[in-house]
């Protein structure tokens, strides 16, 4: 049996944000509405307009702007007493996918008498939730549609600390807005590692040994359609609203592909050059990436799928086409590529296996078993 959820109501509106009041009608409790951000997308101005549209419209809107990236267990539990406290009747999530993780679970916490360590794994959150609408400014997490919260967790999370996650069916949002005019200022390196991080959700979507289905096949394929052909315009003319908006739903796409069909072993050895180094989700998934793919492609399964991918693309028919294919948008959009490139020394490689290896919610997805010798011998090539 195959089983395929998502957000029920999705908007595509390049300038929808000026139109906000219009995207939360019939979603508030009261006209007070919370907004979960982080500091630099709130000096951007990119959440201005929208604001005067809510206010306009008789709103009062609180601002809740401390997410960092990787969030810390103390950032989302002071969200939510904060969001309580304004007695907020909806919940906005605007930002790359940690304000967004972020919205998610202080839409859920404000509204339920537990605690974030209670409702860690899948599906132990259960009850209701704040009404929540998710607004994303990257082209990459695809966590506007995803029922899944990543979260810095330790008793010094912000400095190191394991990522632990909340995965559960009252995560997902109510509604989604994709505008894709809020990045057109994304700078290059961060459009190109989120566009990447996107494909690869698409790839391990596609290759899930668990709940693979035909319907997260045909999304996760539309998905790197539209990535692989706009990616390149998006890094290189900035200003290019179409290709823009094609990474915004191709984001989109793999991120409900990747909801239902989980992913595998680059999330599991992308996660400890976040929850240890800060390494933004994107590149570190992206800098695993390739060697991830070509110890899959030495089991025949994988090496199937990778085949299938490449056709569809029209970029071969074999798992190494698909590799060289990625190695090519890598160098199209100069990600970088190694782990020296993000500060990450090679002594430190043991402690990123000794953590990577538990991931085991990820790395049982994967095409390929995985040892933690295997992970080591990956991380060492990428060094």
């Known amino acids: 049996m195959h089983r395929f959820k998502t957000v029920s109501d999705i908007r595509i509106e390049p300038g929808g944000t000026s139109r906000l009041d219009a995207h939360v009608r019939d979603l508030p409790r009261n006209k007070r509405i919370a907004i979960v951000t982080d500091k630099g997308v709130r000096a951007l101005g990119l959440m201005d307009a929208g604001i005067a549209a809510l206010q306009d419209s008789g709103y009062d809107v609180m601002i809740f702007d ?4 990787d969030p810390p267990e103390d950032v989302v539990i002071a969200g939510a007493k904060a969001v309580k406290r304004f007695d907020a009747g909806m919940v906005i999530g605007f930002g790359g996918g940690s304000p967004m993780d972020t919205a998610k679970l202080i839409a859920f916490l404000a509204d339920n008498d537990v605690t974030l360590s209670e409702i860690y794994g899948v599906d132990v959150a259960q009850g209701s939730r704040l009404p929540l609408l998710l607004m994303p400014t990257t082209s990459g997490t695809g966590s506007e549609v995803t029922n899944v919260a990543i979260i810095t967790a330790g008793p010094d999370s912000h400095n190191k600390g394991s990522k632990n996650a909340v995965v559960s ?17 994304l700078p290059a390196h961060i459009t190109a590692a989120t566009g990447i991080d996107a494909m690869v959700h698409a790839i391990e979507a596609y290759t899930s040994v668990h709940r693979k289905n035909p319907i997260s096949d045909a999304i996760g394929l539309s998905a790197l359609r539209k990535l692989s052909r706009a ?40 996660y400890p050059l976040g929850g240890f180094f800060h390494v933004p989700h994107g590149l570190s998934n992206s800098l695993v990436m390739v ?51 993000v500060d990450i020394a090679a002594d430190a490689i043991p402690m990123m296996a ?6 085991d919610r990820v790395l049982r997805n994967n095409p390929r078993a995985m040892t933690r010798d295997d992970i080591v011998r990956i991380y060492e090539t990428i060094a």
């Open 291 to 341: 060697e991830v793919m070509k110890f899959n492609a030495q089991e025949d399964r994988a090496k199937q799928w990778y085949g299938e991918i490449a056709s569809d693309l029209c970029v071969g028919t074999s798992a190494s086409a698909l590799i060289d294919e990625i190695l090519r948008l890598q160098d199209e959009t100069r990600v970088q590529r190694r782990l020296r490139d």
């Open 66 to 69: 401390e997410v960092v990236a």
């Open 169 to 185: 069916d009252p995560l997902y949002a109510d509604r989604v807005l994709l505008d894709a005019n809020l990045t057109l200022g």
């Open 354 to 359: 000794d953590d990577a290896i538990l991931k």
């Open 231 to 270: 990616i390149g315009r998006a890094v290189n003319v900035p200003d290019d609203v179409e290709a823009r908006n094609d990474m915004l739903i191709g984001a989109m796409l793999a991120g409900q592909a990747f909801s239902n069909a989980p992913v595998g072993a680059i999330h599991g050895l992308a």
